[in-house]
C-alpha cells in the first residue's frame, strides 16, 4: 500500500456535493484497481473529466514483436547501441523481451511529450539510467533524475518533459498484471515495516500546485494491445484537490537498504517490486560477506522456473565481464548461468562492491524481439567458457 495522501480541497465525504470557490459543482472522478476492490483515489475536477472526442486508432511506440527463433542461450543486449536523442517518450520506447507478464525495453527519448497518454493495459515502471525531468499528471509534477524507478499506476493520465540538454536512457517495464510493494515489508496495517529496506519517507510524491492548463488537448490511451486518440474537451490537470492510494511516485535505487549476510545470500533479498510473475531487485553498492571463508562471488545457479534480466547501470561488475553500463543480460531457466571465468577465485578477501544494477525474475519463459536481436552480442554465450 502507499500512503493515502490529500492535496487540495476534498469535501468531507465522497459522492457528495463539491463547490470551487466560485460555487461551481466540481466533477468527482474515481481511479480504481481491480474493479472496486483495490486501492483508489478520488480526484475533483473543474470540467467533466469524461469529456473525450474518439478519434480512432493511432501511432503508439513499438509493442513487441517476436524476432528470429532463438536456441536455448545466455544472452547480451547492447542498448546503448540505441540511436539517443530519439522520438518523445511516448513512441520511444524499444521492447527486448516479453512473455505475457511483462514487457522489458529501453527508451532513449529526445523530446517533450505534445500529448497525454494512458496506460490503459499494464503499470509502467521506469528506471532512470541517464538523464531527468517532469512527469506531469492531475495529481501534480514528480521530478525525477539519474537513478530513480519512476512508478505510473495503470489508467493514470501523464505526459514527460524532459531536462535540457540530458542524454537520457531509460529502462522500461511494462508490468501487465499488477505492481505493487511486497506483501511482506507491509505490516497488518499496510505501513511498510521497520525492517523493510526502505521507508514511506523514501518514496516522492507529486509536487501538486493547482489546477493547471497546458493548452494540450490530445490524448493517446493504449488498451488491448492497440493506441487510440481521443480528443479532450478541457485540460486534464483541472483537478482542485484529490485523496487516495493511487498517484505515481519516485524511489532512488540509492535509497534501498541491501542486506548483507556472513555468506552469501540469494538475489531474492535485493526484491524491490512485486509484479505478477516478476519481482524487480536493487543491486546497489553494499558490504560484501564476512565470513573468512566466504567467496562473495554470485555461485553458479540454474534457477529452473525464472529467467534471469540484469540491467548494468555503473561499477565494477565482478561477476560478468564483457558488460558495461547500458547491458542488458538475460539468463534463460533450463542452463546454469554464473560467474565468468577467473571472477568466482578473484572474489575471495574482496571486502565490497560498488555495483548498481536492476535485476527481473520472470517466472514465464521470456522470448526476445527483432530490436533485440539487431543488439545482440553473439560472443556472450562462449565468453563463459574457460
Excluded at 346 to 355: F, L, N, Q, V, Y
Aim: hydrophobic share 35%; charged share 25%; glycine share 10%.
Amino acid at each position: 500500500m502507499l500512503d493515502r495522501i490529500v492535496r487540495g480541497s476534498v469535501p468531507k465525504k465522497p459522492h457528495t456535493r463539491h463547490c470551487d470557490r466560485e460555487g461551481r459543482l466540481l466533477w468527482e472522478e474515481c481511479l480504481t484497481r481491480q474493479g472496486f476492490e483495490g486501492g483508489y483515489s478520488v480526484l475533483y475536477h473543474l470540467y467533466r473529466p469524461h469529456e473525450q472526442r474518439a478519434l480512432g486508432f493511432a501511432r503508439g511506440f513499438r509493442l513487441p514483436e517476436r524476432g528470429p527463433e532463438q536456441s536455448l542461450a545466455r544472452r547480451h543486449y547492447k542498448t546503448w547501441e540505441l540511436p539517443a536523442s530519439g522520438p518523445s517518450p511516448i513512441f520511444a520506447r524499444e521492447p527486448l523481451l516479453f512473455n505475457d507478464d511483462v514487457v522489458i525495453g529501453v527508451l532513449r527519448p529526445g523530446v517533450d511529450d505534445d500529448r497525454y497518454f494512458v496506460n490503459a493495459d499494464a503499470d509502467d515502471l521506469y528506471f532512470i539510467h541517464r538523464g531527468g525531468g517532469k512527469l506531469l499528471s492531475p495529481f501534480g509534477t514528480l521530478k525525477f533524475k539519474v537513478g530513480d524507478y519512476i512508478w505510473v499506476p495503470r489508467g493514470v493520465l501523464h505526459r514527460f518533459e524532459l531536462a535540457p540538454g540530458d542524454d537520457q536512457h531509460w529502462l522500461s517495464i511494462e508490468c501487465l498484471g499488477e505492481l505493487r510493494i511486497p506483501a511482506h515489508y507491509l505490516n497488518g496495517v499496510g505501513q511498510l515495516r521497520l525492517d523493510a529496506p526502505y521507508s514511506h519517507r523514501d518514496l516522492r510524491l507529486p509536487e501538486y500546485h493547482g489546477p493547471e492548463d497546458e493548452e494540450l488537448r490530445e490524448l493517446l490511451v493504449k488498451r488491448g494491445g492497440r493506441f487510440h486518440a481521443f480528443e479532450l474537451g478541457h485540460s486534464p490537470l483541472d483537478v482542485t484537490g484529490y485523496d487516495g492510494t493511487v498517484y505515481p511516485v519516485a524511489f532512488n535505487i540509492l535509497d534501498f537498504e541491501p542486506r548483507v549476510g556472513r555468506v552469501h545470500l540469494s538475489p531474492n533479498v535485493h526484491t524491490t517490486f512485486e509484479a505478477t510473475g516478476a519481482i524487480i531487485c536493487s543491486f546497489v553498492p553494499r558490504p560484501l560477506d564476512f565470513d573468512p571463508k566466504a567467496v562473495p562471488c554470485p555461485y553458479p545457479h540454474s534457477s529452473v522456473h525464472v529467467d534471469e534480466v540484469l540491467f548494468y547501470a555503473r561499477g565494477n561488475f565482478e561477476s560478468c565481464k564483457g558488460v558495461s553500463a547500458g547491458s542488458v543480460s538475460h539468463h534463460p531457466a533450463g542452463i546454469p548461468h554464473g560467474p565468468h571465468p577467473g571472477a568466482y577465485e578473484a572474489s575471495i578477501g574482496k571486502t565490497a562492491t560498488d555495483e548498481l544494477a536492476v535485476m527481473l525474475d520472470c517466472t514465464a519463459p521470456l522470448r526476445a524481439t527483432k530490436v533485440a536481436a539487431e543488439l545482440e552480442d553473439a560472443a556472450y554465450h562462449e565468453s563463459f567458457v574457460a
